[in-house]
């Protein structure tokens, strides 16, 4: 499935720069998720949103700040950042992380934004 | 301890042979599901094929398909007559159904294999 679109799909900005990563999904889904893929290292989940409402932010830090305006939208504002925050970013959607059927929460990902920080 | 261990770096195989990626996992949540991602270099995260822990037949998806040991937490993924559209990196990712008391869709992936698909 390709129904989930990101943009920008490649970012260069300086550490005092602000920028914002958007993601949108054409799948009728429920539950869109934002994950960070730095080289060598496993893909890491930043925040979950299940029906606009944030259900999981693991640990992140506040110069990343999601934003889920409706079901088919999520955002990912950027400022202050450093340049261990360069990664590949992927946002996800599923149908309903809460359905009870695990199947059900397949993720569909999007093709990522390659941010820089310089 | 980690969740999910894919012990192969890389893997080579010829075009049209069959390959298989192991995969193993940690859980004590009767109830999860295993997932594997196919990663071009492009970036995206493509959907391949989805085990659940209760099926009692193992996955298949065309080319595709899942060799689930459940009593040793391994779930490996066997690709037949490889094509050389098939080279990537391939993730495996768990997703229990209860979480540490939490169930917020959160999948757990391992550290991936690279495919690599000779003419």
């Known amino acids: 499935e390709t129904g989930v679109t990101q943009t920008p799909r490649h970012l260069v900005m300086g550490m005092t720069n602000k920028k914002s990563l958007k993601c949108e999904q054409h799948?009728?889904?429920?539950?869109m998720y934002w994950y960070k893929q730095s080289a060598k290292k496993p893909l890491e989940l930043m925040f979950v949103?299940?029906?606009?409402?944030?259900?999981e932010n693991n640990s992140v830090p506040s110069r990343f700040s999601p934003e889920c305006p409706n079901s088919s939208h999520l955002f990912l504002h950027l400022h202050t950042l450093q340049p261990e925050d360069s990664a590949l970013y992927l946002c996800?959607?599923?149908?309903?992380?809460?359905?009870?059927?695990?199947?059900?929460?397949?993720?569909?990902f999007g093709p990522g934004t390659r941010l820089t920080v310089l | 301890a980690q969740k999910i261990t894919q012990t192969q770096p890389g893997m080579f195989v010829q075009e049209k042979e069959a390959v298989t990626l192991d995969c193993t996992y940690d859980?004590?949540?009767?109830?999860?599901?295993l997932f594997w991602y196919k990663q071009p270099s492009s970036g995206e995260m493509i959907f391949l094929i989805y085990?659940?822990?209760?099926?009692?037949q193992n996955a298949t998806e065309g080319r595709y398909s899942l060799n689930f040991q459940k009593a040793r937490k391994s779930a490996n993924l066997v690709i037949s007559a490889s094509q050389l559209g098939d080279s990537a990196m391939y993730f495996c990712?768990?997703?229990?159904?209860?979480?540490?008391?939490?169930?917020?869709?959160?999948?757990?992936f391992g550290q991936g294999t690279i495919l690599t698909v000779h003419p």
């Open positions: 799948l009728g889904h429920n539950a």
């Open positions: 996800a959607s599923s149908q309903d992380w809460a359905s009870g059927a695990v199947k059900a929460d397949t993720q569909y």
């Open positions: 085990q659940g822990s209760y099926d009692q």
């Open positions: 949103y299940n029906f606009k409402e944030q259900t």
């Open positions: 859980t004590s949540d009767p109830s999860y599901g």
């Open positions: 990712a768990m997703r229990e159904r209860w979480a540490g008391g939490t169930s917020y869709g959160k999948l757990t």
